[in-house]
Protein backbone atom coordinates (compact mmCIF):
# COMPACT_ATOMS: atom_id res chain seq x y z
CA UNK A 1 0.00 0.00 0.00
CA UNK A 2 1.33 3.48 -0.68
CA UNK A 3 1.88 5.65 1.58
CA UNK A 4 3.06 9.42 1.30
CA UNK A 5 3.28 11.75 3.89
CA UNK A 6 4.19 15.29 3.37
CA UNK A 7 4.99 17.69 5.88
CA UNK A 8 7.23 21.10 6.47
CA UNK A 9 4.07 23.59 5.67
CA UNK A 10 3.22 26.53 7.61
CA UNK A 11 2.81 30.66 7.66
CA UNK A 12 6.00 32.67 6.01
CA UNK A 13 6.25 36.19 4.83
CA UNK A 14 6.83 36.97 1.18
CA UNK A 15 10.35 36.96 0.10
CA UNK A 16 10.68 33.78 2.92
CA UNK A 17 11.58 30.45 2.21
CA UNK A 18 9.82 26.92 3.01
CA UNK A 19 11.35 23.32 2.41
CA UNK A 20 8.65 20.77 1.96
CA UNK A 21 9.30 17.24 3.05
CA UNK A 22 7.49 13.82 1.69
CA UNK A 23 8.28 10.37 2.41
CA UNK A 24 7.19 7.46 0.82
CA UNK A 25 6.65 3.77 1.70
CA UNK A 26 5.14 1.19 0.54
CA UNK A 27 6.52 1.64 -3.31
CA UNK A 28 10.08 0.91 -4.98
CA UNK A 29 11.11 4.13 -4.36
CA UNK A 30 13.33 4.43 -7.87
CA UNK A 31 10.21 3.01 -10.02
CA UNK A 32 8.23 6.20 -9.28
CA UNK A 33 8.34 9.56 -11.06
CA UNK A 34 7.67 12.05 -8.03
CA UNK A 35 5.80 15.34 -8.11
CA UNK A 36 4.60 18.05 -6.19
CA UNK A 37 1.26 19.84 -7.17
CA UNK A 38 -0.49 22.41 -5.88
CA UNK A 39 -4.53 24.15 -5.14
CA UNK A 40 -5.18 27.19 -4.09
CA UNK A 41 -8.70 28.01 -3.27
CA UNK A 42 -11.08 28.14 -6.13
CA UNK A 43 -8.04 26.79 -8.61
CA UNK A 44 -7.60 23.15 -10.30
CA UNK A 45 -4.60 21.73 -8.79
CA UNK A 46 -1.17 22.21 -11.06
CA UNK A 47 1.59 20.71 -11.23
CA UNK A 48 4.56 22.79 -9.60
CA UNK A 49 7.39 20.47 -10.11
CA UNK A 50 8.56 16.98 -10.82
CA UNK A 51 11.58 14.80 -10.28
CA UNK A 52 12.50 11.46 -11.84
CA UNK A 53 14.54 8.94 -10.49
CA UNK A 54 17.49 9.66 -12.70
CA UNK A 55 17.26 12.94 -10.63
CA UNK A 56 16.33 15.28 -14.08
CA UNK A 57 13.43 17.79 -12.92
CA UNK A 58 11.07 19.86 -14.52
CA UNK A 59 9.17 23.10 -12.89
CA UNK A 60 5.82 24.95 -13.74
CA UNK A 61 6.80 28.39 -15.36
CA UNK A 62 5.72 30.24 -12.12
CA UNK A 63 8.13 28.77 -9.86
CA UNK A 64 11.62 28.32 -12.17
CA UNK A 65 14.58 29.78 -10.34
CA UNK A 66 12.85 29.68 -6.54
CA UNK A 67 12.33 26.72 -6.51
CA UNK A 68 13.70 22.95 -6.13
CA UNK A 69 12.57 20.15 -6.37
CA UNK A 70 14.94 16.77 -5.01
CA UNK A 71 14.57 13.50 -4.00
CA UNK A 72 16.62 11.14 -1.71
CA UNK A 73 16.44 7.55 -3.13
CA UNK A 74 17.99 5.90 -0.06
CA UNK A 75 15.28 7.86 2.20
CA UNK A 76 12.51 7.32 -0.01
CA UNK A 77 11.72 11.02 0.45
CA UNK A 78 11.10 13.91 -2.12
CA UNK A 79 11.89 17.76 -1.47
CA UNK A 80 10.70 20.78 -2.61
CA UNK A 81 12.75 23.95 -1.28
CA UNK A 82 10.91 26.80 -1.91
CA UNK A 83 12.45 30.33 -1.59
CA UNK A 84 11.47 34.07 -2.68
CA UNK A 85 7.90 33.17 -1.44
CA UNK A 86 5.08 34.95 -2.76
CA UNK A 87 1.51 35.43 -1.63
CA UNK A 88 0.47 33.58 -4.90
CA UNK A 89 1.89 30.78 -3.81
CA UNK A 90 -0.30 30.07 -1.01
CA UNK A 91 -1.90 26.73 -1.72
CA UNK A 92 -2.00 23.55 -0.19
CA UNK A 93 0.72 21.36 -1.76
CA UNK A 94 0.19 17.65 -2.41
CA UNK A 95 2.62 14.87 -2.91
CA UNK A 96 2.32 12.81 -5.89
CA UNK A 97 4.29 9.36 -6.81
CA UNK A 98 3.54 7.71 -10.75
CA UNK A 99 5.06 4.35 -11.63
CA UNK A 100 6.94 4.55 -14.38
CA UNK A 101 5.02 2.61 -17.27
CA UNK A 102 1.17 3.10 -15.73
CA UNK A 103 -1.20 5.38 -16.43
CA UNK A 104 -3.36 6.97 -14.33
CA UNK A 105 -2.79 10.30 -11.59
CA UNK A 106 -1.13 7.87 -9.20
CA UNK A 107 -1.08 8.43 -5.81
CA UNK A 108 -1.62 10.94 -3.42
CA UNK A 109 -0.40 12.64 0.28
CA UNK A 110 -2.98 14.55 2.40
CA UNK A 111 -1.28 17.74 1.66
CA UNK A 112 0.03 20.53 3.78
CA UNK A 113 -1.11 24.01 3.83
CA UNK A 114 1.60 26.85 2.84
CA UNK A 115 0.41 30.01 3.49
CA UNK A 116 2.59 33.39 2.26
CA UNK A 117 0.96 36.29 4.25
CA UNK A 118 2.31 39.57 5.26
Known amino acids: QVRLVESGGGVVQPGGSLRLSCAAS????????MSWYRQAPGKQRELVAS???????NYADSVKGRFTISRDNAQNTVYLQMNSLKPEDTAVYYCNARKYGTVGQGDWGQGTQVTVSS
Open 26 to 33: GIIFNMYA
Open 51 to 57: VHSSAST
